[in-house]
C-alpha cells in the first residue's frame, strides 16, 4: 500500500464525521438539539488531532485527516459544497441518495444504511445568498452528530463565505441575517450564551453557536490521498533550484502555516467572547480578514484555468493524488455539473444550486475501492452525480479550457 512520504499531522475537525420520481421540494427543517448535544459536539471537532505519522500533535492545526486504512473502512464517498443557503435543495440530494430519511416535518441520518458506512464530504459555502442559511447550518450540524451513530460520518470544512462571516459584522449578508432572525433559528443560535435584550450582527458572528462552528471548521481534508479544499488554489511558488525535498517541505509549510492562522484567529475570538471588549472583537476580525485575501485558500477564482499542471506538481509532491474543490460553479470549463479531469487528480464539487441561476445542484458519489482509484487507465471517472430527480449520470470531463 503506498504511504505519503512525508511527516503529515491534522487536527481532525467535522469529522464525526436513490432513485424516486421527481418530487416537491422538502420543507426544510432541522430536528432540535440541546445545549449540551451542540457542546458535545464542539467539543469532539477541537480534540487533539490523532498522529499522521510522529510528530507533534498540534502541528498541523485546523485540518482534517483521516488514514487510507480508515478510509478503505467506507462503501461510499458523497462530495458537494457551495449549498449558500438553499438547503431545500441540499436536503433533497440527501434524500434520493438514501442518506436522509424524513421524520414527521423532521429530517435525520437515515437508519436504512446501518453497516454501509458512508462517507458525506462538504466542501465549503454554505451561507448566503439563498434563504435558509441558518437552517443549512443545523442541519450540517445534526447529520455530523447523528451519522456516527449508524457507522457513517460527515466532513465539513471552510468556504470563503464561512470566513468572510468571520470577519466581521459588516459581511453579514442580508438573507443570512434574516435566516438568524427566525424565532426558531435564534433560539438555537443562543444555545450557551446570552444575546441580551437585543440581537445584534454582532452577537450572530462573535457569541453565535452558528460562529462557534464555524470557528472549529478546518481549512481542508485530507483523506487518505484525496485532499479537498474550498477554493483549491496554493499561493507558492516553488525557487526554481528546488529539490523534491525541498518543495515537499515548502508545500508542508504553508500548509502548515494556515492552520495556524484559523487556529490562533479562533483563540484569539474565544477570547474576546470572554472579555467582550469592542478593540478585543476587532482584533478577533482581523486574524479571519487575512484568509479574505483574493489569492487565499478560499478565495482564489479560476486558477484551474491556468495552473492545473503547476497545482498537481505542489500537491503531487506531499504525495496528494486528487483534489476535490468547489468554489467556481464553472470550473474545469464544465458549467453546472460535476467534473473531473482524465487522469482523476482534479475534481468539481460546485455545480450550483441556484434555480435563479439555472443551478439546481448535484451530488458526487464516489465508491471507495481497495486501490482507491477514481478513474481507470482510459480516463473514466468511477464517480458519478446524483441529479435531483435521482438520476446517476456520469461525470462532466473536466479541463482548463473551456
Not at 145 to 170: D, M, W
Not at 358 to 373: D, E
Amino acid at each position: 500500500m503506498r504511504r505519503f512520504s512525508v511527516v503529515l499531522l491534522f487536527l481532525a475537525f467535522c469529522l464525526a464525521c436513490a432513485h424516486a420520481p421527481q418530487s416537491p421540494e422538502p420543507k426544510l427543517k432541522a430536528e432540535p438539539k440541546t445545549a449540551s448535544e451542540s457542546s458535545s459536539h464542539l467539543i469532539k471537532t477541537v480534540a487533539p488531532a490523532r498522529e499522521f505519522a510522529s510528530s507533534s500533535p498540534d502541528s498541523w492545526p485546523y485540518w482534517a485527516y483521516m488514514s487510507e486504512r480508515e478510509l478503505k473502512t467506507y462503501d461510499t464517498m458523497w462530495v458537494t459544497s457551495d449549498m449558500h443557503g438553499h438547503g431545500e435543495k441540499f436536503v433533497k440530494l440527501l434524500l434520493k441518495a438514501g442518506l436522509i430519511e424524513e421524520v414527521g416535518d423532521d429530517y435525520r441520518w437515515s437508519q436504512a444504511k446501518t453497516g454501509r458506512r458512508q462517507l458525506l464530504v462538504l466542501t465549503g459555502d454554505y451561507i448566503d445568498k439563498g434563504p435558509a442559511s441558518v437552517e443549512t447550518v443545523r442541519l450540517i450540524h445534526q447529520f455530523q452528530n447523528e451519522a456516527p451513530k449508524y457507522q457513517s460520518r460527515v466532513v465539513a470544512i471552510l468556504g470563503n463565505h464561512e470566513v468572510e462571516f468571520l470577519s466581521g459584522e459588516e459581511n453579514v449578508k442580508k438573507e443570512t441575517w434574516q435566516s438568524a432572525n427566525i424565532p426558531e433559528n435564534l433560539k438555537w443560535l443562543q444555545q450557551d450564551t446570552d444575546f441580551g435584550d437585543k440581537f445584534s450582527p454582532k452577537d450572530l458572528v462573535h457569541k453565535s453557536l452558528m460562529a462557534k462552528i464555524f470557528r472549529a471548521l478546518p481549512v481542508g481534508a485530507v483523506l487518505g490521498h484525496w485532499m479537498f479544499l474550498h477554493s483549491g488554489y496554493i499561493d507558492l511558488e516553488f525557487d526554481s533550484d528546488a529539490t523534491p525535498v525541498t518543495r515537499r517541505k515548502q508545500i508542508e509549510s504553508f500548509l502548515k502555516g494556515i492552520g495556524e492562522i484559523l487556529k490562533d484567529a479562533a483563540t484569539t475570538c474565544e477570547d474576546a467572547t470572554q472579555v467582550r471588549e469592542e478593540g478585543a472583537y476587532g482584533e478577533c476580525e482581523k486574524k479571519y480578514a487575512v484568509l479574505t485575501s483574493a489569492n487565499s485558500i478560499v478565495m482564489k477564482h479560476n486558477w484551474w484555468r491556468t495552473e492545473l499542471h503547476e497545482m498537481k506538481i505542489k500537491l503531487s509532491s506531499i504525495g496528494i493524488e486528487a483534489l476535490f474543490f468547489g468554489h467556481d460553479p464553472e470550473a474545469l470549463a464544465v458549467d453546472g455539473e460535476l467534473a473531473m479531469t482524465e487522469d482523476g487528480f482534479f475534481a468539481k464539487t460546485d455545480s450550483g444550486m441556484n434555480d435563479d441561476e439555472g443551478y439546481p445542484g448535484r451530488l458526487m458519489k464516489c465508491p471507495i475501492t481497495s486501490s482507491l482509484k477514481l478513474a481507470d487507465a482510459r480516463g473514466n471517472s468511477f464517480c458519478k452525480q446524483l441529479t435531483p430527480d435521482g438520476k446517476l449520470e456520469s461525470l462532466a470531463k473536466g479541463s482548463s479550457q473551456r
